[in-house]
């Protein structure tokens, strides 16, 4: 029986194991090893920081990584703004059939490829695009207007691909609050404003935050948004690596680039559960 | 005369074309404990919730102290309540949760801090301020509920069947200290409950409710003695139930033959029957004198002798149910504690009786 027990456990241990250790612990042990090479002759290398080095010496590699960080927080905190009035009618409003339908809404476009759906989006802002044919329709714009290739559309899409990550888990913390609760503090002489912060924020706080570390962590990993949004002044941290591993070979270099974002989130996601009190045991269990 | 705490005139409440309370009016005076007794779907949580102000009737109006409140808010009112699962807020400690009301009001830390140690003081609980809500005890989190209510010195509070999920034994302790509490406190109180024996333990007086309207006001002894309608009869305490048809009136007294041939005598209180009315008679499993032989029962009106088919032991609530030879249904007899039928076994013959004021009378197809 106890023999039994532990082959079970042990079958069932397998695949992750495996994942982990495969496809994430190895690949990382040796993109370290490749971030500390130093390339000084043809097929010569030299262990040292140079790359690191390289990194922090170059403008455009420093800007590229705070804007991206900076546009995931914002993208984050703008999903979690649109997510939360989303999330709570879904699970504290609607009733019955309404309340399927508009979650089944919520995972409609995900039955898209992402590329799809973001194409979608440059249907709609290009120049000429929807938009920009009915502002000419209307008499608003005199020529056309682009309004592709800027931080602002970068944003649109991050937003849109990232919400139902952030509404799932809010309508599930607030699924779980007791109506009764939110009655009870309006019985005891509570207000609108001062319910929600003080009982329905407080007990959403794990969902929050689980959706903001999800949300945060896809913004920041995200390539095809950027790319197919962002124009030549929205670079984003992930085209930097893509260009020194496929344009520029230069797999030291996107190897430096590589952990550093994983740094970046890293440092986020700790920063964040310190700054609310939150456990990862808590908002991912 | 000071005005009642509560009064509800005509209050109606229709929801699209099922209507859930129909033209209820009563009024509380201040000070007592008053129930609301019926069984569920019967729309006394409706009742509770159009008090509490988180629905609107439909017509008809609520005053407390005198003053119409239907057109405040819920928030606003002097009103509070204690839900059916309590309703604590899980993310404050206890201190909080007491204080929060409070800090509504927007009184000074100082003082809300010396509140809430008063309270906590008055429910025996002193030293808990600082503790989460699932670190208490079902009884304890039914104090602090009633507490959190208290503190805000309410004119009228609100109790929605808040017994409902503590086990036997403590529900029991519970409603001798909510009596105690309520008498503390000197508020009135308004309690829902589909468990009879927490009204007729505790209130002053108790509104029978039945499909949206109420049946009968009154307090414990007269809801149980004189009964006005078949419905409060048979909800009320258990009663043997017979239906059949008037043979005969003199006075209060009836003559009554039931459905299965049994002639039985009984009373209807001044309600009116006539000859050959199908009427339904109520008769309570205590008020049947149990005797070895027909002499101890023959100075009842109502006499039957039969075979015992069940002991039903329940300590001093025991009863036997027996099967009378002139036919019809088993009926409930409690059986005495006095020891004589100690060594009762199903098969004996018994003779039951009694009189015929025992037994209510209502016009049939009321209930």
Request: net charge neutral; aromatic share 10%; proline share 3%.
């Given at each position: 029986m106890q023999a039994a027990h532990r082959l079970g456990f042990v079958l069932l241990l397998t695949p992750l194991v495996l994942w982990l250790a495969l496809l994430i612990i190895i690949p990382h042990i040796d993109m370290f090893f490749v971030s500390l090479r130093e390339r000084v002759g043809v097929g010569e290398y030299e262990t040292s920081l140079a790359n690191y080095r390289t990194f922090l010496e170059e403008p455009l590699y420093l800007m590229t990584f705070a804007r991206t960080a900076v546009m995931s927080v914002l993208a984050t905190a703008l999903t979690l703004l649109i997510g939360f009035p989303v999330a709570y009618y879904i699970a504290k409003?609607?009733?019955?059939?309404?309340?399927?339908?508009?979650?089944?809404?919520?995972?409609?476009?995900?039955?898209?490829?992402?590329?799809?759906?973001?194409?979608?989006?440059?249907?709609?802002?290009?120049?000429?695009?929807?938009?920009?044919?009915?502002?000419?329709?209307?008499g608003l714009a005199q020529g056309p207007v682009e309004m592709l290739y800027n931080d602002a559309a970068i944003m649109v899409g991050l937003v849109y691909t990232s919400m139902l990550f952030m509404v799932v888990?809010?309508?599930?913390?607030?699924?779980?609050?007791?109506?009764?609760?939110?009655?009870?503090?309006?019985?005891?002489?509570?207000?609108?404003?001062?319910?929600?912060?003080?009982?329905?924020?407080?007990?959403?706080?794990?969902?929050?935050?689980?959706?903001?570390?999800?949300?945060?962590?896809?913004?920041?990993?995200?390539?095809?948004?950027?790319?197919?949004?962002?124009?030549?002044?929205?670079?984003?941290?992930?085209?930097?690596?893509?260009?020194?591993?496929?344009?520029?070979?230069?797999?030291?270099?996107?190897?430096?680039?590589?952990?550093?974002?994983?740094?970046?989130?890293?440092?986020?996601?700790?920063?964040?559960?310190?700054?609310?009190?939150?456990?990862l045991e808590k908002t991912m269990g | 005369m000071t005005a009642p705490d509560l009064e509800c005139t005509h209050l109606t409440k229709r929801f699209g074309d099922t209507t859930a309370v129909q033209d209820v009016s009563f009024e509380v005076p201040p000070g007592s404990f008053f129930s609301i007794l019926g069984p569920s779907g019967c729309g006394k949580t409706t009742i509770m919730r159009m008090i509490a102000g988180f629905l609107a009737p439909t017509s008809g109006d609520i005053r407390i102290k005198g003053r119409s409140v239907l057109d405040v808010a819920p928030n606003k009112r002097p009103v509070n309540m204690v839900f059916q699962h309590l309703a604590l807020f899980p993310m404050m400690n206890i201190a909080e949760n007491i204080g929060y009301g409070l800090r509504r009001k927007g009184l000074p830390k100082a003082e809300i801090t010396r509140k809430v140690g008063e309270v906590l003081e008055r429910i025996g609980l002193p030293d808990i301020g600082a503790r989460k809500v699932d670190e208490l005890s079902g009884g304890q989190k039914q104090r602090v509920a009633i507490a959190r209510c208290m503190v805000l010195e309410p004119d009228v509070l609100l109790l929605d069947e808040p017994l409902g999920a503590l086990d036997l034994k403590l529900r029991e302790h519970m409603k001798i200290e909510l009596k105690a509490l309520q008498a503390a406190f000197d508020t009135t109180f308004v309690y829902i409950t589909h468990d009879q024996s927490e009204a007729l333990v505790m209130s002053d007086n108790i509104a029978v409710m039945n499909a949206g309207q109420f049946e009968q006001v009154g307090s414990a002894?007269?809801?149980?003695?004189?009964?006005?309608?078949?419905?409060?009869?048979?909800?009320?305490?258990?009663?043997?139930?017979?239906?059949?048809?008037?043979?005969?009136?003199?006075?209060?007294?009836?003559?009554?033959?039931?459905?299965?041939?049994?002639?039985?005598?009984?009373?209807?209180?001044?309600?009116?029957?006539?000859?050959?009315?199908?009427?339904?008679?109520?008769?309570?499993?205590?008020?049947?004198?149990?005797?070895?032989?027909?002499?101890d029962v023959s100075h009842f009106d109502n006499r039957l002798s039969g075979e015992v088919t069940s002991l039903l032991f329940n300590g001093a609530a025991s009863r036997i149910l027996m099967r009378p030879e002139s036919g019809g249904e088993e009926i409930e007899v409690t059986l005495p504690q006095s020891g004589e039928f100690a060594h009762l076994d199903r098969g004996a013959q018994v003779h039951i009786g009694w009189s015929s004021d025992q037994g209510s009378c209502f016009a049939a197809g009321t209930a």
């Open positions: 409003i609607a009733r019955g059939r309404v309340r399927s339908a508009l979650f089944l809404l919520c995972l409609v476009p995900f039955w898209v490829s992402e590329l799809v759906r973001t194409f979608g989006w440059m249907i709609l802002l290009r120049e000429t695009g929807v938009f920009s044919s009915l502002l000419q329709w209307a888990p809010l309508v599930t913390t607030l699924d779980s609050l007791d109506d009764a609760v939110i009655e009870a503090g309006y019985d005891l002489g509570g207000s609108g404003p001062s319910i929600l912060r003080e009982i329905v924020i407080p007990h959403a706080m794990p969902g929050i935050v689980s959706g903001s570390i999800v949300v945060f962590m896809l913004s920041l990993g995200n390539y095809l948004t950027p790319i197919m949004l962002g124009g030549k002044d929205s670079l984003w941290f992930t085209e930097l690596i893509y260009s020194q591993f496929i344009v520029r070979f230069n797999w030291e270099l996107g190897a430096v680039f590589g952990f550093m974002l994983l740094i970046l989130s890293s440092v986020i996601v700790w920063g964040t559960l310190r700054l609310t009190g939150q456990t | 002894r007269d809801l149980y003695y004189r009964p006005e309608t078949a419905f409060v009869a048979g909800f009320v305490g258990d009663s043997n139930r017979w239906r059949g048809q008037v043979m005969g009136v003199s006075g209060d007294t009836l003559q009554l033959r039931s459905e299965n041939g049994l002639e039985l005598r009984g009373s209807c209180h001044g309600r009116r029957l006539a000859r050959n009315d199908t009427a339904e008679i109520f008769v309570r499993p205590e008020a049947i004198r149990l005797g070895h032989s027909a002499q």
